[in-house]
């Protein structure tokens, strides 16, 4: 009997917890110490969409709103007696937009012997209607992005600032246009219909106003970010 019994006894020195099958690790989900994160971030289009709107439309009204008083002061110094309010704001529409590099177009149409229509063109850039207005820009946006965390947030109120100045800036080239028929005395008397022959429309062009405005802004504001 005590020979059977001192058989079954575990060996001396052994632990019989040893023997029990030991579980598998439980796979982790996190990334192990030392690696690299190699999940890329989904891009939140809403919140691009979102944004600082209401900043980006007060920088940009507050920078076309510069550019328009400038050319109107320049168009009410260079006008002639009995110009007209039409032609008035035509050229200061002319002035501002040509200030970030709009183009005056001018579509002729003439009668007699001989009839013709075209358009041409002529950029010219009232350098300090440019200048006074991207201070005023600048000013502001730095003003409105100093508490911005990332650039991200920065560049992307330039983006929607650049966006809606050239809004600005086109509404009032389609808008403002007038023709050579009651150019008023003085240098308006000798580009009229009577006195050279043909008749013309003119205007600030909107497409050129829209894109290069938008263009010139944004980099201005993208560059101020970055200094």
Do not use: H
């Not at 007209?84 to 709009?102: D, E, H, Q, V, Y």
């Not at 177009?105 to 358009?119: H, N, P, R, V």
Request: aromatic share 8%.
């Amino acid at each position: 009997m005590s020979g059977a019994q001192g058989s079954s006894a575990a060996p001396s020195g052994v632990d019989p917890r040893s023997e029990s099958p030991v579980p598998d690790p439980t796979p982790s989900s996190s990334p192990r110490a030392g690696s690299l994160d190699t999940t890329t971030p989904a891009f939140d289009w809403r919140g691009a969409l979102r944004g600082n709107w209401l900043g980006a439309g007060l920088v940009a009204v507050a920078t076309a709103a510069t550019a328009g008083s400038l050319g109107l002061v320049l168009a009410l110094l260079a006008k002639p007696d009995d110009f007209g309010l039409a032609n008035i704001l035509t050229l200061a529409t002319i002035l501002s937009t040509g200030a970030f590099g709009a183009d005056l177009t001018a579509d002729l149409q003439a009668s007699g012997l001989l009839e013709f229509s075209g358009s041409g063109s002529i950029g010219f850039f009232p350098f300090t209607v440019t200048l006074v207005s991207l201070a005023v820009a600048v000013l502001l946006f730095r003003r409105i992005t100093r508490a911005y965390n990332t650039s991200l947030a920065v560049f992307g109120d330039a983006a929607r600032t650049a966006l809606l100045f050239g809004v600005c800036l086109a509404l009032p080239a389609m808008i403002f246009t007038s023709d050579n028929e009651e150019m008023g005395r003085g240098w308006g008397a000798d580009i009229d219909a009577d006195s050279l022959g043909f008749e013309a429309e003119v205007g600030a062009d909107p497409l050129g106003a829209f894109l290069l405005g938008a263009i010139i802004l944004g980099v201005i504001l993208v560059l101020s970010a970055l200094t």
